[in-house]
């Protein structure tokens, strides 16, 4: 895109040869850009990536995450529309523009209480939310929400032969109703289970095993354990608004201090068990994911499986069966109830 040069004159170049409205800009990284529009008076994110039109290689990639983007069909998966690709002449140079057209989330329910959340991914969602997921201590109910869907299209991947590789807050739509969504699956990777070793891929270390420093492959049965430690310290970072890995850790690269930030990451969630700021189960299943082994890492079947989780599943499908949209409020206001310090008020579904 910085090839481009100003990205006013980016924008008119995408909007005559894709003959659509550019509402915003949602987000933009080495990746890319994401852009919300209109296309035809419909609502949607386009994905723009603009590559020179030499680098064969990139483009490659770039058709691989497409083709497989499209593909994957799924409740917790973001959907793809259409996949165009133009070759746009620009300042004496040539460059392959490719638009990948997305579902993209809606917040009615959620600027309710914050008119910011117009398009926000699980990482703004948890940001500056004090009176929301902490109200007191986690709301239990609502990150066990997320949790279960997160675990649902883990379950979709596993089945699917696919490891993301780029977990993380960022990469996690919320969508109306709470529904949240994986996208941008440009390191996804196929699992061929001929190999003997998964190659695993540095993307952002925040999230990422030690093991991807170390060794950089993994044994074909845990390669999508990689995945599911992601997941760990994004339920890390909902329990207690933090992240696993300390801010002045995650440039450093060392595997000795990133085993120990692990260490102290789980003897906080057990204190926090201890003081009852957190349900046991849940910590528990926190946990689990963040094992120093990765080869120790909670499996997907055992994920599925998980007793609390399901019970709280299935609480929250009686609660969708009364209240069709499941709105922030409606959170809110069950949590106050159930952890009020006046008095404990049953609430029958």
């Not at 996949?83 to 990948?100: A, D, M």
């Not at 993994?218 to 890995?245: R, T």
Request: proline share 1%.
């Amino acid at each position: 895109m910085d090839k481009l040069g100003k990205k006013s004159e980016f924008i008119h170049i995408i909007q005559k040869s894709e003959n659509i409205k550019i509402v915003e800009l949602i987000g933009e990284g080495g990746y890319g850009s994401v852009y919300s529009a209109k296309n035809n008076g419909n609502i949607c994110a386009i994905k723009f990536q603009c590559i020179d039109i030499n680098d064969k290689q990139k483009q490659k990639m770039v058709t691989k995450e497409c083709l497989i983007s499209k593909s994957l069909m799924h409740k917790n998966i973001i959907k793809t529309y259409s996949i165009r690709h133009n070759n746009i002449p620009f300042k004496n140079e040539s460059f392959v523009l490719y638009s990948i057209y997305m579902e993209k989330g809606l917040y009615q329910n959620l600027n309710v209480f914050y008119n910011y959340f117009k398009n926000c991914n699980l990482m703004k969602l948890t940001l500056n939310q004090e009176n929301f997921l902490y109200l007191q201590k986690p709301n239990s109910l609502l990150i066990s929400y997320y949790a279960n869907q997160l675990i649902d299209g883990f379950k979709f991947l596993f089945e699917s032969n696919l490891v993301h590789r780029d977990i993380k807050l960022d990469n996690i739509i919320c969508c109306s109703n709470f529904i949240l969504k994986f996208c941008d699956f440009g390191l996804v990777k196929n699992v061929k289970k001929e190999e003997q070793y998964f190659h695993l891929i540095k993307s952002t270390w925040s999230y990422q095993h030690p093991d991807v420093y170390k060794n950089m492959q993994i044994k074909l049965k845990d390669a999508f354990k990689s995945d599911y430690f992601s997941f760990g310290v994004i339920m890390y970072y909902l329990l207690f608004n933090s992240y696993l890995f300390p801010k002045e850790h995650r440039n450093i690269m060392n595997y000795d201090l990133c085993i120990d930030d692990i260490k102290k990451g789980k003897e906080k969630i057990n204190n926090s068990i201890k003081q009852n700021f957190i349900d046991k189960e849940l910590g528990e299943f926190t946990s689990n994911l963040l094992n120093e082994k990765i080869g120790n890492i909670t499996d997907i079947k055992t994920m599925a499986d998980n007793e609390y989780l399901n019970n709280q599943r299935s609480r929250i499908n009686k609660i969708k069966n009364i209240n069709q949209t499941l709105e922030i409020k409606f959170f809110v206001e069950f949590y106050k109830k159930e952890n009020s310090n006046k008095r404990r008020i049953k609430y029958r579904l």
